[in-house]
């Protein structure tokens, strides 16, 4: 499958011990079946079997091999190739589309979130390789039909109306839907918000092919951007690093509380339909 993603994407690196909202403190960390059984021959501990096998935080809900200058124990014992998949991964996020799938990342990691938000032009979408069903990238550059890695994200935007000769109708029409709000950031004035209302849009709305609450999704993305937006202008301290830091604050808070954010979802589908 082909592998699109916003220009900037690969700018992004885990920062690890400079990261001052480490990922590896207040969230589960859930195991792989493959990664388990690579642990297990590693002799790595502190890892708990009971329903889907995690690692048994410490105190505080911090990963047990957070070291205290910021680095990864695991890492640093045997290199990036042992992490998890959940650790490895985060703190991306993937859309699926029919031949192709979307690659994004997520605002709650404090580096991801100045990257996004300090973009100067509108999100651009472009091709960066292949990538498996999961959405795992397996090769850079343009796959069988030749050209060259996208590796600044200079490449042409991706356009599935003019690459996608099987793109289904429906989802072809969500793709517009999409393209239509993304239309608003580009009027807007403040390049900072524009880039939140983009990230939003490119985040949240794809996933209505799966769960069909396309009004619930459009209701969040509308109410999240009130909500940062609305936190910004009450923020003593305008520099961009204070809104970057509100905006991932936000974002750990309530899109990365599933339970939370699907509430919202609902609350917004469900008022959408009574108001018909
Ligand atoms: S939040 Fe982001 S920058 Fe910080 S440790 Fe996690 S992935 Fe790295």
């Not at 700018?11 to 990922?23: L, P």
């Not at 459009?218 to 109410?223: L, N, T, W």
């Amino acid at each position: 499958m082909k592998l699109i993603a916003s220009s900037y994407y690969q700018r992004f690196r885990c920062i690890a011990g400079k990261c001052r909202h480490s990922c590896c403190k207040g969230w589960e960390i859930d195991i792989d079946p493959v990664s388990l059984e690579r642990f297990k021959r590693l002799g790595v501990g502190s890892i708990s079997e009971e329903g889907t096998p995690h690692f048994i935080l410490r105190e505080g809900d911090v990963c047990p091999h957070l070291r205290s200058d910021g680095l990864c124990q695991l890492i640093c014992d045997h290199g990036e190739d042992v992490l998890c998949d959940i650790c490895r991964d985060h703190p991306r996020f993937r859309n699926f589309w029919t031949g192709f799938a979307e690659v994004g990342l997520g605002l709650s990691c404090e580096e991801a979130a100045g990257i996004i938000l300090s973009e100067k032009e509108p999100l651009r979408l472009v091709r960066i390789g292949l990538c498996d069903e999961d959405g795992v990238q397996i090769s850079a550059g343009l796959g069988q039909d030749g050209g060259l890695s996208d590796v600044e994200g200079g490449g042409p935007a991706f356009d599935p109306a003019e690459s996608e000769p099987d793109f289904p109708e429906d989802e072809a029409w969500l793709w517009e839907l999409r393209e239509s709000m993304l239309l608003k950031a580009v009027m807007m004035k403040d390049p900072v918000a524009a880039r939140l209302y983009e990230y939003l849009v490119f985040r949240h709305l794809a996933d209505a092919l799966y769960d069909g609450r396309l009004e619930g999704r459009i209701g969040f993305i509308e109410h999240a951007f009130e909500t940062v937006t609305g936190l910004w202008s009450g923020s003593p301290d305008q520099s961009f690093e204070a809104l970057a830091g509100i905006a991932r604050h936000w974002s750990e808070e309530t899109e990365y509380n599933e339970e939370k954010k699907d509430a919202l979802i609902e609350r917004f589908e469900s008022s959408a339909h009574t108001s018909v």
